[in-house]
């Protein structure tokens, strides 16, 4: 190892280059997906913002898929930079801690925020409104301009599958396909879930993904084969993983894939490329 500068300043200045590089390789060490770029796109729009947190290869070609996640409960990443890095909430968030894992030289992903004039609260109901569908449109569109990417698939997971089968609703010309991972279904105190939608808004290439032993009340594995089957859409149905830890209807469990991300995510992703599932153990 060179021996430290015998200059103050430039004792200083290496330190705080050592800082930086041991701080920047923490940082890797827990949150995997920072070994990729990550980037923060705004749209300012009427008096408040809307934002995604884009992440893809370091070095990709032109991108033929953009795959626009939707994270569970609350939905609000509040993101931001700050001193040129990314700050966001909701890091445990299945979508949003595996987003890797869709990673391939011609994917984009962009893990879509809540408007940040509804990060006091961005209600379900408040979801199923005109003004989020065009939140979601001009943020899509204005990432669509700037990386000439016209090809969109829209994933939601837990509470973030109401999102994203309003903003799909909404937005037929932009989600070729949406994916929906461990829904809501049934209704709560956060809202209605999926209970009362029309399953004829639904896009015509639409996925339903789930855990056979999800253990949420109101994502319930029978629910997904009822609305898998009234729907007349596929079903992906993961099993194994874990180990899990924390409450039922938490993102490191079996309703978030705790130890299948990576399976559940590749399968998705064939499926957008080929347009059909891989064979998956009964």
């Known amino acids: 190892?060179?021996?430290?500068?015998?200059?103050?300043?430039?004792?200083?200045?290496?330190?705080?280059?050592?800082?930086?590089?041991?701080?920047?390789?923490?940082?890797?060490?827990?949150?995997?997906?920072l070994a990729h770029p990550n980037r923060v796109h705004t749209v300012q729009r009427e008096g408040y913002t809307i934002s995604a947190l884009l992440t893809h290869r370091?070095?990709?070609?032109?991108?033929?898929?953009g795959v626009a996640l939707f994270p569970g409960h609350p939905g609000i990443l509040r993101l931001r930079e700050e001193d040129g890095a990314p700050r966001?909430?909701?890091?445990?968030?299945?979508?949003?801690?595996?987003?890797?894992?869709w990673?391939?030289?011609?994917?984009?992903?962009?893990?879509?925020?809540a408007p940040s004039d509804q990060w006091s609260g961005f209600s379900q109901q408040w979801r199923e409104s005109p003004r989020y569908g065009a939140d979601v449109e001009a943020l899509l569109a204005d990432i669509s301009a700037r990386y000439a990417l016209a090809d969109w698939t829209f994933v939601g997971t837990s509470e973030g599958a109401i999102s994203a089968f309003h903003a799909a609703r909404m937005n037929p010309a932009r989600a070729a396909r949406l994916i929906q991972t461990a829904s809501v279904f049934a209704a709560s105190n956060n809202g209605p879930g999926l209970s009362a939608v029309d399953l004829g808004a639904l896009p015509a290439a639409t996925l339903w993904v789930h855990h056979a032993d999800d253990p949420c009340r109101?994502?319930?594995?029978?629910?997904?084969?009822?609305?898998?089957?009234?729907?007349?859409?596929?079903?992906?149905?993961?099993?194994?993983?874990?180990p899990a830890r924390g409450g039922a209807c938490q993102a490191y469990t079996a309703h978030g894939f705790i130890g299948v991300e990576r399976e559940t995510v590749r399968a998705m992703l064939d499926w957008i490329r080929i347009g059909r599932l891989p064979e998956t153990p009964k």
């Open 88 to 101: 966001f909430e909701l890091r445990g968030n299945f979508l949003v801690r595996s987003r890797r894992q």
């Open 218 to 242: 109101i994502t319930r594995y029978a629910d997904a084969l009822e609305f898998a089957a009234r729907s007349g859409k596929p079903l992906l149905t993961m099993r194994g993983g874990g």
């Open 103 to 113: 990673l391939d030289e011609d994917v984009l992903v962009a893990v879509i925020d």
């Open 1 to 33: 190892m060179s021996p430290m500068p015998s200059s103050p300043l430039l004792r200083l200045a290496c330190a705080a280059l050592l800082a930086l590089a041991a701080g920047s390789a923490t940082a890797q060490a827990e949150d995997p997906n």
């Open 58 to 65: 370091a070095s990709p070609q032109a991108f033929r898929h």
